[in-house]
């Protein structure tokens, strides 16, 4: 079964420093990943997504991942952070058994901005 | 791109009654997915709702706690039945269309008191 590991619950970064947000995947195939985030009190918006092709994916707000398979990592990155980038960070997976658009969750990495 | 509108966006209820929420699609979709996140947690589906058969719970949810209904390819319901404070979560609706690209709604943020 697919299952997605975000191993940090809690990360404080100053704000113009680079981030990275882990993201470990479960999957036999290759896996549609995804990374979403959270405001406080806000729904979830998409910031990037992988499916297939180029392992470097660009996303929204300055944040790309890489996928490397033989990690089966999906990590999120940003080169300088900025308040307003202090969320919850989720990272999902597909599972096939509906069609890719049934997501499977991390557990959330609550990510803090010191100014 | 989709829009998917979800009502209530924000209640409080008292234990032991009932909820439904609507979600609401501008596209034809398959399937629809219902979501639930509790305070502070990540997000766990709750089901899968297909038109014209009958909902695929996930492990620990159970069709007498969230009956879904799924009348048409842009409309569904969950009902949150005898809430307790336990219940106290955002729930999400969610659907994926052509391009790979996984819309969800807004959420709908439920206190029960």
């Known amino acids: 079964a697919q299952s997605v590991t975000q191993p940090d619950i809690h990360i404080t970064v100053s704000e113009g420093a680079s981030l990275e947000l882990r993201c470990n995947y479960s999957y036999g195939a290759t896996p549609y990943l995804f990374w979403y985030v959270q405001s406080p009190g806000q729904g979830l918006q998409l910031l990037l997504k992988y499916f297939s092709g180029d392992t470097l994916v660009q996303g929204i707000k300055g944040f790309e991942a890489e996928f490397k398979r033989s990690q089966s990592s999906f990590n999120l990155r940003k080169p300088s952070v900025h308040w307003s980038d202090a969320a919850e960070y989720f990272c999902?997976?597909?599972?096939?058994?509906?069609?890719?658009?049934?997501?499977?969750f991390g557990a959330g990495t609550r990510l803090a901005v010191h100014p | 791109s989709a829009v998917i509108s979800q009502k209530p966006s924000r209640d409080i209820c008292q234990r032991g009654t009932s909820l439904t929420i609507q979600c609401q699609v501008d596209s034809q979709v398959t399937m629809m997915f219902w979501y639930r996140q509790q305070p502070g947690q990540s997000l766990t589906l709750i089901a899968t709702a297909n038109q014209g058969s009958e909902a695929t719970y996930e492990s620990g949810f159970v069709i007498d706690k969230f009956p879904i209904s799924r009348p048409n390819l842009t409309f569904s319901t969950l009902t949150v039945s005898n809430m307790s404070p336990e219940d106290s979560s955002i729930y999400l609706c969610?659907?994926?269309?052509?391009?790979?690209?996984?819309?969800f709604g807004e959420g709908s943020w439920l206190t029960v008191v």
């Open positions: 999902a997976v597909g599972a096939d058994s509906g069609g890719y658009n049934k997501l499977i």
């Open positions: 969610s659907v994926g269309l052509s391009g790979n690209t996984i819309y």
